[in-house]
């Protein structure tokens, strides 16, 4: 197996955004001056690309540095719970596309309370979620502007845990991946909650947000890291050491069962991380890529 652990020191503790409206609050704490990680620096063009997936349409968005002709290495970013596309594509993937990679950001389907993808809270999980994936994955593959042999995916939170999921299906498709506080414990979190499945309501609230029954009854005997173990590709899980709404412990479990993977911990990052994390997991991430283009 290989393995890599590194511990960053000097990130400041901050209290998690769990929902897209703490997001916004206290902006300047969360989202960074976003920056070039390459020698140059890339002028960002964004276009709307929607994507079918079932019965519902996913709004997304395809950022590209501006005048760049030819197929580009792409990462695909997923938000967490309650957040939205904005999250990524103020952070992260500027970062990125600022360097000359492309980014594809987009609204999970009932992924937050205002999602531009449609839908409702009530009727989202991470199984949900996964097929909202695999269709933005078939789909931003197959794109005349996508490098396919350098496709990348990177989630936060849920949306890490969901990425995590996915990939076992689209080892061909997926080059490698960046999962950021990815959230393994909610299965747990879940069992802790309802001794079975007939003990779910029909909607609940989860971190402050009313979920379905659907969000929690197929989690009840779910092994998450037998799931995840199948994606032998390269893995980097970035994680705060403060992180008081996915302890470290989930991630480092999820490190356990990945067959190629480096755990980076960011010392005194809470859940979501600072504007100071969030710039150097950025960094952190593009070095990763390149690292793995082919």
């Keep these: 197996m290989n393995k890599k652990n590194i511990?960053?020191?000097?990130?400041?503790?901050?209290?998690?955004?769990?929902?897209?409206?703490?997001?916004?609050w206290g902006l300047r704490r969360y989202i960074p001056k976003t920056r070039s990680f390459s020698d140059t620096t890339k002028k960002v063009q964004t276009s709307v690309l929607t994507i079918g997936a079932g019965d519902h349409t996913i709004y997304g968005e395809l950022m590209r540095p501006k005048d760049e002709i030819g197929p580009l290495p792409t990462v695909i970013c997923c938000h967490g719970f309650g957040s939205s596309y904005l999250l990524c594509k103020s952070t992260m993937a500027r970062c990125f596309v600022m360097s000359g990679l492309q980014a594809y950001v987009f609204d999970f389907h009932g992924g937050n309370l205002h999602s531009k993808s449609g839908g409702k809270m009530t009727e989202m999980s991470i199984f949900t979620e996964r097929e909202d994936l695999n269709a933005v994955i078939d789909a931003v593959a197959s794109l005349p502007e996508v490098d396919p042999d350098n496709l990348f995916l990177l989630g936060e939170s849920q949306g890490g845990c969901v990425s995590a999921i996915t990939a076992p299906y689209h080892k061909d498709q997926i080059k490698a991946m960046v999962l950021y506080y990815?959230?393994?414990?909610i299965p747990e979190d879940a069992q802790k909650r309802h001794e079975s499945v007939d003990d779910i309501p029909n909607t609940e609230k989860v971190f402050g947000m009313r979920v379905g029954k659907i969000y929690?009854?197929?989690?009840?005997?779910?092994d998450i890291y037998s799931e995840i173990a199948a994606y032998d590709k390269p893995v980097l899980i970035i994680h705060g050491?403060?992180?008081?709404?996915?302890?470290?412990?989930?991630?480092k479990r999820a490190e356990e069962v990945y067959?190629?993977?480096?755990f980076i911990t960011l010392e005194g990052e809470d859940h979501g991380f600072s504007a100071?994390?969030?710039?150097?997991?950025?960094?952190?991430?593009y070095n990763f890529i390149m690292q793995n283009l082919g």
């Design 216 to 222: 929690s009854e197929k989690l009840m005997d779910y």
């Design 259 to 262: 067959n190629d993977v480096e």
């Design 241 to 251: 050491d403060a992180d008081k709404v996915v302890p470290i412990e989930y991630g």
């Design 7 to 24: 511990t960053i020191i000097g990130g400041a503790a901050v209290t998690a955004a769990a929902t897209a409206g703490a997001a916004l």
């Design 276 to 285: 100071k994390g969030k710039l150097i997991a950025s960094e952190q991430s």
């Design 182 to 185: 990815p959230a393994f414990c």
